[in-house]
């Protein structure tokens, strides 16, 4: 632990740029913002949720540079000159995603609390792997929590958005 | 919850971070991928006045293979080494890769940020200590290597000083004739393990030429199971000896009581797993492809 506490406006505010679904920010940040807070509170990207304290249960998830990561355990600052992708980034002109298209279709959510996040998770998966198995699947959302639907309907989701998108 | 406030410093260069460090002093932290650290700053457990963050040097996440030698940056991402060429020719690299935490915590998270945590349940310092790797460090003395077998010290103490910060770490790459694996149980994905092992061993055909057997999650520092590597060496691998091995491997192990099991639970699962890493470590030296890494329900 360390001796001397800081008051929020002893620290300065960092300058940071970074690009969200495609359009560039420029903001001023204090160093403690997470991610998930710019995205939510400076933003107003509310699509992205907070699930937990702890880092456990994904719903936070969001690509940065491509990659998944928890974006409740990012600081904006570590964001900065990067390219972030969020759920509401899925759709185009108006079009949902496959992936949105298929939760929808083959019940892929209850209350929906971890669906953004699974989303995510599941779009990186299949940048990476067009034609998961169902243990490929499993391995693509271990990161990712869900009370509700015991994951049956979220695989068959992931599969028939894969096959959508691969046009079979 | 969030962190509370702390100053924000990012460094350029190796140098640059050691000058920073040395200067800020005792409420100053390094910051890596940030998936231990911010972890504990989230629920206020260490309120540090300054981060400084590494992840902008270039240079330091280099993977590479030279003159034998493995050499991996402390800034290489767990899911990086997972995709490297490294990890498909050493697969017991691939298994801790692959193990550790979710996709999401390994696009971030650093070997050298896993070492540096102090931290009994990372698998890094286990993997590296089961194929007998050294730390590079650099800081206001200069530059040294220690043996990764004992940099971390006890629970959340590395052999670091201040200021000085973990650039990389190297090992042989295995001969022939010698193989690994690296094995590990824990609840669920997001979970650290409940208990892990790493086995490397150097067969000539069933005779065990060398062992090293290392343990995570099963003490308050990753263990070096000495005398679980002395009942396999020079030995035929048979079931008393493999029985022997496991047994020393449980009495070296110090398995603290968690929410992830029992002492009692974690010796039953150290077991298992010694057997499973020797078996799976065996069937690889013949050069069969076996796939395992950290099994969860
Ligand atoms: C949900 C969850 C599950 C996890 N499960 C596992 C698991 O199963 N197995 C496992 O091994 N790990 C697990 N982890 C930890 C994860 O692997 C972290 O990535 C890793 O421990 C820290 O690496 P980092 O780069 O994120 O370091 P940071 O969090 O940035 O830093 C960690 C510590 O090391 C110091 N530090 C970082 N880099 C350096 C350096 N180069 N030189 C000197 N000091 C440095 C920092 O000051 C800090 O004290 C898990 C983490 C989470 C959140
Ligand atoms: S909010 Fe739960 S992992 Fe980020
Ligand atoms: S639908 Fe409710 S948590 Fe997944």
Redesign the interface.
Known sequence: MSTTELAAHEVPKVAIELSVNGKRYRREVEPRELLVQFLREELRLTGTHIGCDTTYCGACTVLLNGEPVKSCTVLAVQADGGEVLTVEGLEQDGQLHPLQAAFSEHHGLQCGYCTPGMLMSAYALLERNPKPSRKEIRKGIQGNVCRCTGYHNIFEAIEAAAAAMRKE | ????????H?AESVAEAIGMLSELG??ARA?AG??SL??L???RF????D?V?L?RIPGLDAIEQRDGEVRIGALATH?RIARSEIAAAIPIVRDCANGI?????R??GTIGGNLCSGDPSCDWPALLTTLDAQVHCEGPAGKRSLPVDGFVEDLYATALQEGEIVTGVSFALPGPGSAGAYVGFKRC???YPTTSVGVQLTLSGADCVDARIALGSSGLTPIHATAAEAELRGQTLGEAVIRRAAEAAVAASDPIDDQRGSPAFKRRLIDTLVRRGIDVARRRCAGEQVEVSHEYY
Not at chain 2, 1 to 8: E, G
Not at chain 2, 101 to 105: E, I, M, R, S, T
């Open positions: 919850m969030y962190p509370a406030p702390f100053r924000y990012r005792e409420g910051l940030g998936q911010l972890v700053l989230k629920i260490d309120e540090p006045t981060l963050d992840a899911a935490a979710d996709n999401q915590v696009s971030r994905a997001p979970a």
